[in-house]
T-cell receptor
Framework: AQSVTQLGSHVSVSEGALVLLRCNYSSSVPPYLFWYVQYPNQGLQLLLKYTTGATLVKGINGFEAEFKKSETSFHLTKPSAHMSDAAEYFCAVSEASGGYQKVTFGIGTKLQVIP | NAGVTQTPKFQVLKTGQSMTLQCAQDMNHNSMYWYRQDPGMGLRLIYYSASEGTTDKGEVPNGYNVSRLNKREFSLRLESAAPSQTSVYFC????????????FGDGTRLSIL
């Protein structure tokens, strides 16, 4: 069975500092991996995804994530935090399950950006 | 630029009442999903529909029913609401074969007293 662990339910960074949100996964088959962002009172937006190929994936808003199979990790990074990055971030994993891709979400990490 | 539209945005029900949450998407996606979001638990899939005319259970289907009315619309019904169903409900859509939901609505905040 697949699972996702997000380390740290709350992360605070200073404006301009590096953002690092951690995600580890468990999957019995090669996984697809995703990061979503959720702003207050809104639905989730897909930031980026890894399926196959290049292990460094670039997404929207300057975010990127690297798939490391040996570490079963897919950490999300951004070189310089902006105030507008304050939101909740969800890591997710999927693998084929019957006729569709079953997606399992982590519990989320709330990012606070301090001016 | 509507994307995925959910109605209502807020609702308060009494235990035992029924209601239907509506969802419509204008992106011509085949796949549609209903999730619930609870604090500390992430999102959990209630039901999904891979294409018009088909629906399947997700992780937490008990107490819910769905209807894929046409390609655009996917409704979620609570026949007899219970306090445990107090949650934020999200509808989502995606292209068939994409591997994940791509677009989410803004959610319905449902409280059951």
């Amino acid at each position: 069975a697949q699972s996702v662990t997000q380390l740290g339910s709350h992360v605070s960074v200073s404006e301009g500092a590096l953002v690092l949100l951690r995600c580890n996964y468990s999957s019995s088959v090669p996984p697809y991996l995703f990061w979503y962002v959720q702003y207050p009172n809104q639905g989730l937006q897909l930031l980026l995804k890894y399926t196959t190929g290049a292990t460094l994936v670039k997404g929207i808003n300057g975010f990127e994530a690297e798939f490391k199979k040996s570490e079963t990790s897919f950490h999300l990074t951004k070189p310089s935090a902006h105030m507008s990055d304050a939101a909740e971030y969800f890591c997710a994993v999927s693998e084929a399950s019957g006729g569709y891709q079953k997606v399992t979400f982590g519990i989320g990490t709330k990012l606070q950006v301090i001016p | 630029n509507a994307g995925v539209t959910q109605t209502p945005k807020f609702q308060v029900l009494k235990t035992g009442q029924s209601m239907t949450l509506q969802c419509a998407q204008d992106m011509n996606h085949n796949s549609m999903y209903w999730y619930r979001q609870d604090p500390g638990m992430g999102l959990r899939l209630i039901y999904y529909s891979a294409s018009e005319g088909t629906t399947d259970k997700g992780e937490v289907p008990n107490g819910y029913n769905v209807s894929r009315l046409n390609k655009r619309e996917f409704s979620l019904r609570l026949e007899s609401a219970a306090p445990s169903q107090t949650s934020v409900y999200f509808c989502a859509s995606g292209e068939q074969g994409a591997g994940q939901p791509q677009h989410f609505g803004d959610g319905t905040r449902l409280s059951i007293l």
